[in-house]
C-alpha cells in the first residue's frame, strides 16, 4: 500500500506544479488527455513555431512535446527560442514523464497515468478544479 500511496502523490504532485502555468503541446489529442487530468492553460502548434515563440507573453513554461525525433526538435527549437525570449522553461513534468514512466506519447498521459492507478488499486486521477 506504501508504493500505491507514494505513486499516487508522486503524480499529484507533479501535475500540480504545473496546474497554473502554461502548457505547450503538439496536437488536440495531446491537449484532450492534459484536460482530462484537469490542466487547462494549453497552447496547441497549430501555427508556425517562430509564431508561438513571439505570442508566448509569460515567464515560465511547460513543454510537453513527445519523445520521438520531430518532438524531440520541436523541443530543442522551443526550448531555446522561449529562453530567448527571457522565458524560463520548466522541465520537471517533462522529466519525471521520460525519466519515470514509460510513457513517450503525450496523448497517452490521462490512460498511462489511470492504468497505472488501477494496477494499484487506486482510483481514477484527475485534479481537483480550483
Known sequence: MENSQKIKDNVNQQLDKI???LIIVEGKKDKIALEKLGLTNIIILNKPLYKIVEEVKCKECVILT???????????YLNSNLQRFGVRIDNNFRNFLFKKTKLRQIEGIYNYINKIFKQQNLSVYYVESV
Open 19 to 21: 496546474k497554473n502555468k
Open 66 to 76: 513527445d519523445l520521438d525525433k520531430k518532438g524531440k526538435q520541436i523541443y530543442g
